[in-house]
């Protein structure tokens, strides 16, 4: 057999099995090299990419800031929410078990998922005071600022010189 013969390795070419996942991934890494640990808001941290994602809704009022995430049909018992060194980490499984018997037929189908997210939360969060409540399949997490923290932004007086 001759060198020319042999088969030639062909080159990879990586294809998404999802759009909307090499989406997020793509916007990821670009939203991954800004500085947020600047600003007073949640620095997003990479953890439970793609399907598996869960979604977090985040918002900051006054007082606090707000993580809601949809889990329908998760139990309560099967939610895991966590504070570590100012990262906030919710994790959740979904287990479903359906079986049918009938004179013609059998069905037993079963199904999981695992979804997990981290976020940190900026240092004026008083990590005493974090409550997680879910409601109709909702997780709300409030995550309360301490009542010394202010505003990091206030306006500069600009001098003549």
């Keep these: 057999m ?11 070419v990586s294809v998404p099995r999802n759009v909307f996942d090499a989406m997020r991934h793509e916007m990821s890494r670009i939203f991954g090299t800004l500085d947020l640990r600047s600003q007073d ?5 990479a953890s439970g990419t793609g399907a598996n ?3 977090l809704d ?7 800031f707000i993580i809601e995430a949809e889990l329908p049909g998760v139990d309560e018992k099967d939610v895991s929410v966590t504070y570590i060194n100012g990262v906030l980490s919710v ?4 287990k479903s078990e359906q079986e049918q018997k009938d ?14 997210r981290s976020i940190r939360l900026p240092d004026s969060v008083d990590d005493s005071k974090i409550d ?10 409030t995550a309360t600022k301490r009542s010394d923290a202010k505003s990091a932004e ?8």
């Design 2 to 12: 001759s060198e020319n013969s042999l088969p030639k390795p062909v080159p990879q």
């Design 41 to 45: 808001w949640p620095a997003f941290i």
């Design 53 to 55: 994602a869960l979604q």
């Design 58 to 64: 985040v918002r900051e009022t006054d007082n606090a």
């Design 91 to 94: 994790k959740a499984e979904k």
């Design 103 to 116: 004179q013609n037929y059998y069905v037993s189908e079963r199904t999981y998922g695992r979804f997990e």
């Design 132 to 141: 997680a409540r879910i409601d109709k399949g909702v997780l709300k997490i």
């Design 154 to 161: 206030r306006k500069i007086e600009i001098k003549k010189a």
